[in-house]
């Protein structure tokens, strides 16, 4: 028997009962309730803590269950005044919000940052949470900055340019930026950005009080004279960039570029955020080395999450620097809330130290790979003016440039009406976009939808 359809029909039972009986009346047991239904004890006893959650129902310990007296009732409070104390809204709210919100029953997601369930290794992670949640130490208190093999092995994966002591865990990629823009700069300070670039760095800009500056990307990632001249007009003292598989347009940047952002920073005696998001997601060849891993005067501040390439559940990053940044940058995170859930931790060092990390990898590579290219067919064959002019080697997004003229957040918005979820490109620019565009994403849909989701886009179109 289906338990699922057990306990709605003890649910739905119970709330009958309810609204018929008087607060404080019992109602039926475990053991009635488990025979009416043909239902096991866990199931009628699941059915009944959902009622106690919601308030219908209460559970008195060794005398039963029991309607629970309704809410007081209380008129409507005035909350106008919080208009005035609290001021204008926080600018990129709306735009975070609608990037996280979930896609409705029947719309196919081509939006999202986040891998579909199917691909998420929940199996081994739940194995790797429980072995973790039964050893008492994972428990305790542990360093503020981290568990230090934890630490060591994202030191190892920024490619040997950083210690195990110069690493920090905090709870998700966003966390550590966050954490790591409040540390090296101050209220009215500039930050460099790649144009267009991931709409998180910017709302988190904006709300630590930034001043944004667009640096113009291409095809090979962000241009070095371009970053250079910003610099030098600015006066900015940090750049924040996504070398590999850029969020959202998927560039990489290129071998010959590395070496003269490099110089540009360093001739302006700045930092540089390097956001390696995506060192997991590389669907073809070998992805390059962390910018971190050729950086001997502490230039780049490295930021390694987990969450994009496992699940969004496992809320683990890293972020990294060295010499007095790095000391900033650990006081910070020791501020915003302590230090990251030990049994989270122990879960993650023993996932990504084991075999099942390799396997998800070459899965991830496959499927993603899969999704890609029935993605890329399916604007062939219904929308062959959307295709890319250039395909990213990684990453979860295509970045597809609009008709001229086109109102990007207007054929989002018709894409939702006809039943599949886009992102318009206009939020992921600090300044005036040059043209409309879509990120399209195929992550978060199965190969076989891709076909149905783009027919919908067409229509929409």
Do not use: H, K, N, Y
């Given at each position: 028997m289906d338990q699922g359809n057990a306990a709605e029909r003890v649910v739905q039972d119970l709330l009958r009962v309810v609204a018929a009986a008087t607060p404080g009346a019992r109602l039926p047991s475990v053991r009635e309730l488990s025979a009416r239904h043909q239902a096991s004890p866990v199931t009628v006893t699941a059915a009944i803590r959902q009622l106690v959650a919601r308030g219908v129902v209460e559970a008195r310990t060794g005398r039963g269950t029991f309607v629970a007296a309704p809410p007081e009732h209380r008129s409507a409070p005035d909350l106008s005044w919080q208009t005035v104390a609290l001021g204008p809204r926080p600018a990129g709210e709306a735009e975070m919000q609608a990037l996280l919100a979930l896609p409705p029953p029947g719309a196919i997601p081509l939006s999202g940052g986040y891998l579909d369930a199917d691909l998420q290794p929940a199996a081994a992670l739940g194995a790797a949470l429980t072995r973790a949640a039964r050893q008492p130490a994972s428990w305790q208190r542990g360093p503020a900055e981290g568990r230090a093999d934890l630490r060591a092995w994202f030191a190892r994966e920024a490619g040997g340019g950083l210690r195990a002591d110069d690493m920090v865990i905090c709870p998700g990629g966003q966390a550590a930026l966050s954490s790591a823009l409040r540390a090296l700069t101050a209220p009215g300070d500039t930050l460099l950005v790649e144009s267009p670039t991931y709409l998180g760095a910017l709302a988190t800009?904006?709300?630590?009080?930034?001043?944004?500056v667009p640096v113009p990307a291409d095809s090979d990632g962000v241009r070095p004279d371009q970053l250079a001249a910003a610099f030098a007009r600015t006066g900015a003292r940090l750049f924040y960039c996504q070398p590999l598989h850029a969020n959202p347009h998927g560039a990489t940047l290129a071998p010959h570029r590395r070496v003269a952002v490099a110089e540009a920073v360093r001739d302006a005696g700045a930092f540089l955020i390097e956001d390696d998001y995506a060192r997991d997601l590389t669907v073809d060849g070998e992805p390059p080395p962390p910018l971190a891993a050729d950086d001997p005067d502490g230039h780049v501040v490295h930021l390694r999450s987990l969450t994009k390439s496992a699940?969004?559940?496992?809320?683990?990053?890293?972020?990294g620097?060295?010499?007095?940044?790095?000391?900033?940058?650990?006081?910070?995170?020791?501020?915003?809330?302590?230090?990251?859930?030990?049994?989270?931790?122990?879960?993650?060092?023993?996932f990504v130290t084991s075999p099942a990390w390799e396997r998800h990898r070459?899965?991830?590579?496959?499927?993603?790979r899969a999704r890609r290219e029935a993605l890329l067919a399916a604007l062939h064959k219904h929308l062959p003016d959307l295709l890319p002019r250039s395909v990213p080697r990684g990453g979860l997004h295509l970045w597809v440039r609009l008709a001229d003229g086109a109102d990007d957040v207007a054929v989002a918005a018709a894409a939702a009406a006809a039943g599949v979820i886009v992102f318009p490109g206009r939020p992921w620019y600090a300044a005036e976009p040059p043209a409309a565009h879509l990120r399209l994403t195929y992550a978060a849909?199965?190969?076989?939808?891709?076909d149905e989701a783009v027919r919908r886009l067409a229509r929409a179109l």
């Open positions: 800009a904006r709300a630590a009080g930034l001043r944004i699940a969004p559940g496992l809320r683990v990053a890293a972020i620097a060295r010499g007095p940044a790095g000391a900033r940058l650990r006081a910070a995170r020791l501020l915003d809330d302590f230090f990251v859930a030990g049994p989270l931790q122990q879960a993650t060092l023993e070459r899965a991830l590579r496959t499927a993603l849909a199965s190969p076989e939808q891709m």
